[in-house]
């Protein structure tokens, strides 16, 4: 039972590199999610899809971007990365999004460093 | 937007003592709050949840309580074993996103 499966799992870039992550479910979920979690600060909400066909922005959007390929696969964009995008990126999906008691379900993480 | 605040940032205890972690939130429409454990190398994984008309819910060793009018919730865990070390995150919810607090490392001794 897979789950969400995020991929790479590491990745080094120098700064101005561009790179997709890439992530797929396979509950049948309808809403995913991009998080990148910084020592201290928990993890931020990037961008976040309700469902096929819809992205928002989260807190933190800028210096990416993202596509919602179909109902499994959800990719955050880095078009020119920059050494404040070092981070763990964490691709997440839950049934539905904003249901009272909604859980999410996480990827195991993606860890890039910007040079 | 929420703000959640977590203390301690970490936490070291002996094998079979107790172990708390609190958070507090700042937007009283905050009405579900879950905490999730991330062992190492891994994604957070929800282990207990509780919602905003109830006080306290517990699952085996670990309980969270909720107080609405102190807008803070806490995660208890009674008999720390050694693979309950991990990092603990709570969050609240409402308006249809999460806000995690900043996470607390829990180190069980044997």
């Known amino acids: 039972n897979a789950g969400v499966t995020q991929t790479p799992k590491f990745q080094v870039l120098k700064t101005g590199q561009s790179m997709t992550l890439q992530c797929a479910q396979d509950?049948?979920?309808?809403?995913m999610y991009w998080y990148r979690q910084d020592p201290g600060m928990g993890l931020r909400l990037i961008y976040y899809?309700?469902?096929?066909?819809?992205?928002d922005k989260g807190e933190v959007p800028n210096g990416y971007n993202v596509s919602r390929l179909n109902k499994r696969e959800f990719s955050l964009r880095l078009e020119s990365a920059a050494p404040s995008q070092t981070s763990v990126y964490f691709c997440?999906?839950?049934?539905?999004?904003?249901?009272?008691?909604?859980?999410?379900?996480f990827g195991s993480g993606t860890q890039l460093s910007v040079l | 937007g929420e703000n959640v605040e977590q203390h301690p940032s970490t936490l070291s205890v002996q094998e079979g003592d107790s172990a708390v972690i609190k958070c507090t939130y700042s937007?009283?429409?905050?009405?579900?709050f879950p905490w999730y454990k991330q062992e190492l190398g891994k994604g957070p994984q929800l282990i207990i949840d509780?919602?905003?008309?109830?006080g306290e819910k517990k699952d085996q060793r670990i309980a969270v309580t909720l107080n609405k009018t102190a807008k803070h919730f806490s995660l208890h865990i009674t008999e720390t074993q050694p693979e309950d070390s991990a990092v603990y995150f709570c969050?609240?919810?409402?308006?249809?996103?999460?806000?995690f607090g900043s996470g607390t490392k829990l180190n069980v001794k044997p």
């Open positions: 509950m049948n979920h309808n809403s």
């Open positions: 969050a609240g919810h409402n308006f249809n996103k999460f806000y």
């Open positions: 997440a999906s839950s049934e539905t999004l904003g249901g009272l008691g909604e859980k999410l379900f």
């Open positions: 899809s309700a469902s096929e066909g819809t992205t």
């Open positions: 937007d009283s429409a905050s009405n579900y």
């Open positions: 509780i919602r905003s008309n109830v």
